[in-house]
């Protein structure tokens, strides 16, 4: 079945960047059907669309985000990543992947694969 | 950006009983609502999609309604694994935003 899998540093310094990769398996990453998302959740808060990814590249971020975040794709290694620039300790999250649904008509459904999440800690 | 409410934020039920959660957006989006649980320390699960359709795999006392701006999450009898953190979406249009989550506990 289809796995997706965070990996990156758990702790990143404030100013710095924060990068993370999502490993995909049991499905190719270009996938028509289908779009790559990165969502994030403070502890014991809600949850936050930082922004997905098509396989041909083509991006859309959370306009709260926009000026910090890149979310690039490698389809050659099914992977997909984010990087989110001059962190602060707000930044400090458990950031999760998933894959999302598109619809026959281009429509977006749920987000119906995700990852197990990894925490980051902003912090020197 | 598409505000999403729900309500309540928190609720205590007895295994058996019938459980509603309702979750409204600032604005029309349609069907294009989705529903996740979520347990502690383990990511969202995907229950319903498009208000509702569900999910392969979700067991069918999960139901979902409603359309335009109004938007209902039903279990029809609480199980003992239901006991969770429950979260709208929408998918209409970006920004996505979630609902900040409904508490469902052992009463």
């Known amino acids: 079945q289809v796995q997706l899998q965070e990996s990156g540093p758990g702790l990143v310094k404030p100013s710095q960047t924060l990068s993370l990769t999502c490993t995909v398996s049991?499905?190719?990453?270009?996938?028509?059907?289908?779009?790559w998302s990165w969502i994030r959740q403070p502890a014991g808060k809600g949850l936050e669309w930082i922004g997905h990814i098509f396989s041909s590249g083509s991006t859309n971020y959370n306009p709260s985000l926009k000026s910090r975040v890149t979310i690039s794709v490698d389809t050659s290694k099914n992977q997909f990543s984010l990087k989110l620039s001059s962190v602060p300790a707000a930044d400090t999250a458990v950031y999760y992947c998933?894959?999302?649904?598109?619809?026959?008509?281009?429509?977006?459904?749920?987000?119906?694969?995700w990852g197990q999440g990894t925490t980051v800690t902003v912090s020197s | 950006d598409i505000q999403m409410t729900q309500s309540p934020s928190s609720l205590s039920a007895f295994v058996g009983d019938r459980v509603t959660i309702t979750c409204r957006a600032s604005?029309?989006?349609?069907?294009?609502l989705n529903w996740y649980q979520q347990k502690p320390g383990k990511a969202p699960k995907v229950l319903i999609y498009?208000?509702?359709s569900l999910r392969s795999g979700v067991p069918s006392r999960f139901s979902g309604s409603g359309s335009g701006t109004d938007f209902t999450l039903t279990i029809s009898s609480l199980q003992p694994e239901d006991f969770a953190t429950y979260f709208c979406?929408?998918?209409?249009?970006?920004?996505?935003?979630f609902g900040p989550g409904t508490n469902v506990d052992i009463k």
């Open positions: 604005q029309s989006i349609k069907n294009y």
């Open positions: 049991g499905a190719s990453i270009s996938s028509g059907s289908y779009y």
């Open positions: 998933a894959r999302g649904v598109v619809s026959s008509s281009g429509y977006y459904y749920d987000l119906d694969v």
């Open positions: 979406q929408q998918s209409y249009s970006t920004p996505f935003t």
């Open positions: 498009a208000a509702s």
